[in-house]
C-alpha cells in the first residue's frame, strides 16, 4: 500500500506502507525530514501533518490524547493530525498528507 | 546572574538518564560529576515527554514509566554525590592550554573539568515558539515563554496563548496583577488540572478574565513593544489590545550551543569511537541520543553501555598515574562500601 506524502519543500513522495505500521514510521523510514522526537509516543507533537481534505473523513478520530497534544502545535489547522496515531490499513491506501512545517527538524550548519 | 566558578572532575551536559548514569559509572571510579540540565529537574526525554508512559526495553524491567526510571536512577546514583544545575545551558566549551575545560552558562556560572562528558539527547528542551510573523522581535521585551518574576506583569494587558498548566497555572496567578488578562486557546477544552479550569472558568463568569477560542493571526506593535495581538476566530479576525503575550506551546528539543563548540559533527550528531566514546576533541565525550557511530541505535540500553565505557577512558585523563582494577560490584568489597551497601 502507499502513502503520498508531500515534503517541506512541496515534492511530492509515493512511499511504500505496510499494513499496521504508523504513518510517522513510513514517513521517518524512507528518509524524509520529520522530526517525530517521542518516536511515536504521542507526547511531543513534531510528527505533524496536514491531511488532504478528502481523507480526513475516512481517517479514525483524534482519542482526547492526541487533541491534547495537536494544542501545542503552533500551526495547527483544521486538518492537522498527528502522523504517529494514524495507523495504515487497505482502507488508507493512498492516504495523502503534508508534512507541516513544525514536524521539520532543526537545519544546523555542520 | 550567578557568576559561581566550580571546579571539578568532570561536567556532564544533560541530566537525562543516560546523564545520570554516567554518574554512576564515573563514581564507580571515584571521579566528581557536576550535571547541567536546561529542565528544572533530572529525567532528560524521559521526564518531560512521557513521564507516565510505559517503557518496555530497559534490561531488568519487564515495564517502567519514564518518571520511575528517573527515579530509580537518581536513587541509584545518590551515594556518589553528584551535584546538579537545572533549569540553566551551557553555552561556550573552550579547551585551555593546560588540555583542561572551561564551561560557560547562560547564568554566568563558570565550570572548569578535567573531562566533558555531552549526554544531551535530543538537544536542550527550549519553548516551541508560535508560527507568528516578525515575533522574535518582541521576545525578551514584550513576548516571553516564561515567567521570571510576576511583578514585570503588573497593570499590563495580558495575552496567555495555551490549554495545559502552565497557561492556566499563570492565568490565575496574573489575573490578580494585570490590568487584564485574555487567555486564547483552539478550542474551549483543556488539557490542565480540572481544578485550575474550575477556577478559571470562574474568573471568565465573573468578568476578571477573557476567554478568546481562536489562534493567534498575527502581533501589532513597534520597537519590540506590543500594542495588539491578532486572533483567527470562528467569527472571523479579532483585535486585541494587548502589551505582554505569554504562547505556552510545549517544549521542543534544540540543539543549541553544541554545535558550535568544534565538535564533529554527523546530521547534527556528535561522531564518537566505539572504544571510548570520545569526540573529535580529546577530553569530550558524548554518550546517549546525542552521538553517532556506525551502526548506532537510540535506546536507553545503548546510552547506559556507553556511559560505561566512557567512565573507563575518562578515568585515565583524570588520573593518568592511578592503575586501576576492573572489578564487579556484586564481589568487590571496595565498590560496595562507595555503594554504601556494606
Redesign the interface.
Known sequence: MRVLVTDHDGNEHELEALEGWRVMEVIRDWGLDIKAECGGACACATCHVFVNENWVERLEGATAEEEDMLDTVPDVQLNSRLSCQILMSDDLDGLQVTLAPSSRSEEVAA | MSGNEIHTDVVIIGAGPVGLFAVFELGLLDVKCHLIDILDRAGG?CAE??PE?PIYDIPGFPIVSGQELTDNLMKQIAPFEAEFHFSRMIETLEKLEDGTFKLLSDDGDVFFAKVVVVAAG??SFQP????VPSIEEYEGKSVFYSVRRMEEFRDQDLVIV???DSALDWTLNLAPLAKSVTLV???D?F?AAPASVNEMRKLVAEGKVDLKIG?IGGLEGADGQLSAVVLKTADGEVNVPATRML?F??L????GPV?DWGLE????LISVDTEKFATSVPGVFAIGDINHYPGKL?LILSGFHEAALMAQAAKKIISPDERVIFQYTTSSTKLKKKLGVV
Open positions: 526525554q515527554l512521557y508512559k535530543g538537544g516551541k515558539r508560535p508560527p495555551g490549554g495545559g486557546h483552539r478550542r477544552e488539557r489562534q504562547p506551546f510545549g521542543t528539543m534544540k540543539l554545535a559533527l554527523n546530521d547534527n537510540k
